[in-house]
Every structure is written in C-alpha cells, then in structure tokens.
C-alpha cells in the first residue's frame, strides 16, 4: 500500500491513523527528538483516545511513545504535524518522496545477527493466534482404519504387538494400584489412563541408550525397556526391594540400568536437566538422545522456557515431548495459555516443532521416531506436542468430576481410546484375536495380583536406610537428624508404622 493509499485510507480512523503514520515517522528521529519525545505511553494513549473522539487530527502535536524502548518512541511533533497542517498538491509531493524513501528502505533491510531483516512501511502486529490451528498429524482414524494406504507399514509386528500388549499390561496395573490404594494398602496412586499410546508407542520409537527424563505419567516408558510389574509394586509400596528404599513417594520410579532418571516430584525440574544431559551426549559424540517428557500444565512454569531457549541454542539433541492432555490438575488448558497449545512454543524458540495425534499409536511412533533421527543425525533439539486426554482423575488426592463434565469424560474414553483403536488395527491386519485379548487380560491380571501381593509381603527398608546412598561419609547434620528421628520412635512408638525395622 502506498503511503497515499494508507493516508486516504485511514485520514478519518484515528488510532489506526496514528499508529500507521508513527512508523514512517520513526525512521527520521534523531536522539534528540527521541528525548523531546519520551512521554510517557499510558499517557499518549489516553492523549490518542482524547483525539479520537474529537477527530482533532491537528491536536497532534504531543509526544507518542512507542511501545518498546527499542523502538526509540515516536515524535509527532515536528515532521509530520507540520505537514499536517498543510493540504493538497504539496503535502503529496512529499508523501511520494516519503514513499519511494520507504520503499527504498523496505527493499533494502538491514543484516542482524541470525539474518537479514526487511524493513516495511506498514505498521503490522503479528497476530497473537491464527484463526487455522496447527494441524495434528495422525495415522489412523478413531475406527483404527490408515487415513493413508501407504502409512500402515511403518510398524512391524513384533512391535506393535509389543506396544499393544505394554499397553493392556499398563492399563491393568493401573486399576489394580489404584484400587490397592482405595484400599488403603498404598499411600498414593496416579494412572495414565487415556495416555497408553503415549506411553507405549513413544518408548517403541526409541533406543534403549536414549536417556528418558519423564515428568510422572509416562510408566509405560519403562515397562517398554523391563522395568517389571514387580518392580512397579515394590517402589509403590516403598519396600526393601524398590530401587528407592521407601525414600520417595509412589510413582516416583526411576532406572539407571534402563537409562530412566528418577521422577522429581516438583514439575519441570527435568526439563533443563535433559538439555544439559543432552549437550554432554554431544561433547561426548554419542549415537543417542534424551527424551523430556512433560505436560502442558508444567510448560507454565519458567524451567519449560529456560530449557527450550537453552536447547535451541546449544543445539542439544533432546526431544521434547508433551503430552497435552487437556488439564493440570483442575486447570483446564483454556486457563492455562492462550497460544495455539505447545507447538507453537516450540517454534518461537528456533525449534522444529510437530503436533500429532496422541491418541494414535502409529503416529506417535513414527513421529518420536524421526524426531529421533533429526535430533541425532542433525545434532539439534526437536519438540512433539501430542494431544491426548487425561481420562482419570489426576491422583487419588484428586476427584474430576467436582470440575469436568462426566460426559466429556465419557466421550474421551470411549470415541477417542487409544488402546481400541489400536487394537482394532492390529485385528485388521490379522495379527491379533479375540482369544489373543482374553489370554491377555487374564495373563495381565494375574501377574499384577501376584506383584501387589509380593510387595505387600516384602520386608520395609531399614530406617537407616533414609539417611544413606547419598553421601561417600554421612555429614553431622544428617547423624544429628538420625539421632533425633530414633529418639522420636522411641517417645513415640504408636506414631510410626509397627512393621518398620528400626
Ligand atoms: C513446581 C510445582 N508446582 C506445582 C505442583 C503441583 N502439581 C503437581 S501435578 C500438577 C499438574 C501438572 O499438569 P500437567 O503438567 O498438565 O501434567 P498432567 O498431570 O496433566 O499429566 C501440579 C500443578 C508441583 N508438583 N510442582
Ligand atoms: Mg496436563
């Protein structure tokens, strides 16, 4: 638009005038104009609604101050309330030098560090949101049947049917342990129901060397690499056997062997812990990457930005997977953001960035899979937002249904299960049947029991046992706590639990 057409245009529009004609006029500042100009912006802009209801343009003549100090704020003062002041011929002989300047200057740009950036004349607020959503890519549709003929290949039996039984076995463990904690018999529970693919076709997708930084909801990362279901009940029930010791709350699993690090309980924390493992698998020239999983809830919090920030510009190999599961506790994801989700987060960091269906096995499989091979063969950060629904409630401290509709509990649940649709797939393809599920579920069940009730059984960790596998030689302050914790259980012996060795 020439600056003819954006004067005519806008001559009689107030706001949208000013703001225009601010930005030809900035360009011709000097530091002194700039210091006569420095009027405060909360000022110039009750000044700016003053003007627009008495279509005053001649009142002009005060300071604007732009909205940020790189911009050096605006001066209506001189240039361009002079020729305000003016009409006609003369006024848009000057304009169309103003033009042909602008253009010039458009044209040209000016180099930046990260590139060159053009100039425009036209004043344009890049949007906050766009009204078309970043697309979600999926595989197969919620009947399980390939939106593409070409993308049912990408898994091969033996792992899908490896995802689909970790999937049911995960599914199991999760009503069982939540039920034992209804009971009584554990302290905590937290399931990952509606979350299965995630969990499962994620971990498929990866190497076993791949460092895995998880947030809380992603146990079927281990199970895939082996952590049993009896490991899983030991660390629950905090007893000798958990690789814990009892020391941390349930759900707080964790492998050295299985290259998973321990849960942290506060959110985000794993999250710039990953990039700094991630940087040292490239000073080390390693073949591998890490995987940050996270929820949108947690991407509130400034570790989720220090971390992508980071990561863009050390060109980290990490992959940063959220799972957006729609609520953080009670929060629903409308209060908790107003971008376009996380993908869109990603890109503003300099960061590839894909969403994908988390309800979709495949895809989840086949994007964790390339954004694998980018993040090592390119040396460079990736970030996969996964849309999913937490379809239970977010721990047993937690009941839903105080703030979520049953109803859109129900339809997550039903139309949009990740595990049916997957299976549907696999008996599609003839690589599963009805009797394969049945022996399944049964299979499953037992060896849930079985692990909660060995558990339950197994010896509680001795109580010197909180205070060791930290320190090389136990400092003062740690034996001064040990001291007075066993005098405590010694003033107190009905206040602490009958079964622990002391
Ligand atoms: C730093 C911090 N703040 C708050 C909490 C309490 N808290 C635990 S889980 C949670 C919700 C997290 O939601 P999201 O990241 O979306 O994960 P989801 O539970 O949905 O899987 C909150 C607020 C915490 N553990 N740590
Ligand atoms: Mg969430």
């Given amino acids: 638009m020439s600056m003819l057409q954006l004067l005519t245009k806008t001559r009689t529009c107030g706001v949208n005038f000013i703001i225009k004609r601010m930005i030809c006029t900035n360009y011709y500042l000097t530091s002194n104009a700039y210091d006569q100009a420095n009027v405060s912006s909360s000022f110039s802009l009750i000044g700016v609604g003053h003007l627009r209801r008495n279509r005053k343009p001649d009142a002009f003549g005060f300071g604007f101050s732009d909205f940020s ?239 992508l920030n980071f990561a863009a510009v050390m060109d980290a190999p990490v992959v940063f997977f959220c799972r957006n599961n729609g609520w953080a506790i009670s929060t629903p994801v409308t209060q908790q953001f107003r971008s376009d989700g996380i993908v869109v987060k990603g890109q503003a960091y300099g960061i590839s960035s894909i969403r994908v269906d988390g309800n979709d096995a495949l895809a989840i499989y086949d994007a964790v899979r390339n954004a694998r091979q980018i993040a090592i063969n390119e040396q460079r950060p990736i970030l996969i937002e996964a849309m ?47 009797s394969e599920e049945a022996k399944l579920h049964v299979e499953a069940k037992k060896e849930v029991k079985q692990a909660i009730d060995e558990a339950e059984r197994e010896e509680m960790p001795q109580l010197g046992d909180m205070f060791t596998d930290v320190y090389d030689v136990l400092p003062s302050n740690l034996m001064e706590q040990e001291t007075s914790l066993r005098e405590t259980i010694q003033r107190h012996p009905m206040d602490f639990p009958k079964n622990m060795p002391i």
């Fill in 388 to 434: 999913t629904y937490r379809v239970s409630h977010h721990s047993t401290s937690d009941d839903s249904t105080k703030y979520r509709s049953t109803d859109e509990i129900e339809h997550w649940k039903t139309t949009h299960s990740p595990v049916t649709r997957f299976q549907k797939w696999l008996e599609r393809k003839g690589w599963w049947s009805d």
């Fill in 69 to 307: 100090s790189s911009n050096r704020g605006v001066y209506f003062g001189g240039r361009y309330h002079s020729s305000m002041k003016l009409a006609g011929e003369q006024i848009l002989s000057e304009e169309d030098e103003d033009e042909d300047r602008d253009e010039e200057e458009e044209k040209q740009g000016f180099d930046f560090p990260g590139g060159k950036i053009e100039y425009t004349t036209i004043i344009n607020f890049l949007p906050g949101s766009f009204e078309k959503r970043v697309q979600c890519y999926r595989v197969l549709d919620e009947d399980g049947y390939p939106i593409s003929s070409n993308m049912t290949e990408l898994a091969s039996k033996e792992v899908a049917l490896k995802v689909y039984k970790g999937m049911v076995t995960l599914n199991t463990m999760d009503k069982f342990f939540y039920e034992a904690q209804r009971q009584g018999r554990l302290s905590f529970y937290l399931t990952s129901f509606g979350e299965e693919a995630v969990n499962l076709a994620s971990a498929a997708a990866l190497s076993s060397d791949d460092i895995v930084l998880a947030q809380y909801r992603e146990p079927g990362v281990l199970l895939w690499r082996g952590f049993t279901v009896q490991d899983f009940a030991n660390q629950c029930f905090g007893n000798k056997a958990g690789h814990g010791k009892g020391r941390q709350m349930p759900i707080h699993y964790g492998s050295k062997n299985l290259n998973y690090v321990t849960i942290s309980s506060p959110l985000t924390t794993q999250l710039p812990q990953a990039v700094g493992m991630a940087y040292s698998l490239k000073m080390d020239k390693k073949d591998s990457c890490v995987v940050a999983f996270f929820g949108e809830g947690s991407t509130s919090e400034g570790d989720f930005h220090a971390a």
